[in-house]
């Protein structure tokens, strides 16, 4: 049988010992465009980066495509939040865009003429290529918004993590990125997204992930995103589990 | 002044400079990933570690030093994750509780062993320049001096690392998720740079001493980030803004009869200061420049204003009290304003008065258009009362694009119609 894209078993991860996010269960298979919604700090940015091995996992495994991870980071794109890099940094779009090539050329390797070629058509796609040039501080958010997106086409992975891109650009920019998501869906890949706005959820998604410190759902749109999920996911009462991780915390290392 | 050019003269000029270069490189890193505090506190921690093999080797420099003092940064740095990692300690606390430890440590060795072993406890926190020159080694038939030989080894080393992992420096100091979610690990990268500060805090130490290997790590790559916005520009430049601190460092010093090592830190804070006034982006001047051509243009687009009102009310289009009361942004910049509009072809002299052109005209229509519909949108879809609307527009008829300006005729029509109106 063919292993699943991603299969995330029984994980838990946790800052200071505290546990932020119990026991998740993911398979993830398809291209599908997949949204990760949840409330603020149900721990939605820390699965991706636990799934992308940016966050030590406490307990549990990840497999992508039915081998771990560090065999596998050529498969993966990844889109952190906007607000993660400092946007004074002294580089172009273009240097940016090129980062997204490093990946693949690994330790050492210069991004050659190619690599240009494909950062090139990458801001292209995203419609910022008279912008190339320009220093990445200069840019409305919407476009370093598309900058980074442009750089995740530019690493042609099989599976997209991206966290927020939505996040403070205007409605017209969203519709530009969301084209895009569907054009690699259709490419045959993978889009995993965390997203804030449950209003255009039936819109833009296939399935939906619903994520409060653990996993409240995870399913195709029209069974998922019901009213009783949205209810146990946003409302739910946490007290148990707050205390529990408080717990795990204050008590010794067990390891 | 006759002996700046001689050989001793070149050569602390030289070493100067080589320390400079190797900091500032190093340190553009530092200040982009904004860890200026790191190497304040690596170049600070070493002091223990040079304490002990000077000791323990009985003479300053050398290899025992440099080993001591590279165990030391690296001890350092583990020290400052473990803090705040494991003990959740904030990272500034974590650096300032470990490097002032570790500093006071070697302090203390030093200033009690140096009695019976002849070395300057002076020497190690201030550096001395001065007497670089002195202590010589033969080469190729030269007497070359020692500290000219390492810090040219140190240099090429850092150049080296540096054109060698270039990327990896770049996307891990832009993006360090990023890299570790390609493969490049960050905290490889990380401590590859944190190596490679201990080492060239190490080497420029004995030259110049702590306070000035701190100041050569933060200031030039800070005020060549002021100047440029490319990353091999800003650290060609930081390599240049070292360089002139050394030389003119050197050169006041001589002067004033005073520190040499203090000096080029002087000379580095006079240049950023520089930087501060005259950096074409981020600079003062230039700051104060496009404020006042802003300035200039809203005035000259409020003169347009007034006229296009003014003929407005001779034709009676309008009543007379639709002109409003005219604003002055001040003589200066009203007299720039006029010559600005007939620059611009917006206004010509016709005998006595001024008049609008065909130009002039259409861009008056722009903005006096621009400040009714605000006005209006503010009236009726914002539901300001009236005392809210006449200086939001006054301001915005300056900036309101074409584009905006058809989404306001269009919600103020549908808001007229009432398909906005809430259920």
Redo the contacts between chains.
Sequence with gaps: MKSPMVHVHDVTVAY?RKPVLWNVDLVLDDPRLIGVLGPNGAGKSTLL?AI???VPIASGTVEIGGKPL?KQ??L?G?V?QRE???WE????VL??VL?GT??R????R??GSKERAIAIQSLERVGLVDLAHQ?I?QLSGGQQQRTFLA?ALA?DAALYFMDEPMAGVDAATERVIFGLLRELRAQGKMVVVVHHDLRTVPSYFDDVILLHRRLIAHGPVASTFTRENLRKCYGGNLAALEMAAEIVAASAPTK | MSDLLSTSAIWTMVVGILAGACCASVGCYLV?R?MSMLGDAISHSVLPGIAVAVLWSGEFGGWPSFVGALALGGLCTLLIELLHRQG?LSADSSMGVVFSGLFSLGVIIITREARRKHIDADCILFGLIEAVPLDTVPLAGMQIPRAVLTLGAVAILVTAVIL?????F??V???A????????SASVVHYLLMTLVAIVAVACFEAVGSIVVVALFIVPPATA?LL????G??MALSIVVSAVAAVVGYILAAIFNTSVAGMIAVVCGMEFALAVILGPRHGILSKMYRQFSLSVRIAAEDYLGRLFREEEVLQGQRPAESVPTAPTAGVLIDRFARRYAKQAGWIAQQGESTVLTQPGRLRAEEVVQSHRLWQEFAGGNLSLPADHRHEAAHRLEHIISPALRDELAREIRSYDHGDDLPK
């Design positions: 200071h980066k992308l091995g940016l560090a980071r050529r993966i990844y952190p993660s890099v400092d940094f002294p580089v172009t240097d940016v980062m490093y990946g050329l690994g330790w050492f210069r991004p220093q501080g750089r690493q | 982009l904004r959740g060698l992992l270039w990327k990896e770049k996307i100091s832009f993006d998720a990023l890299a570790s979610a390609m493969g490049l980030h440029t916005d490319r990353l520009t800003m």
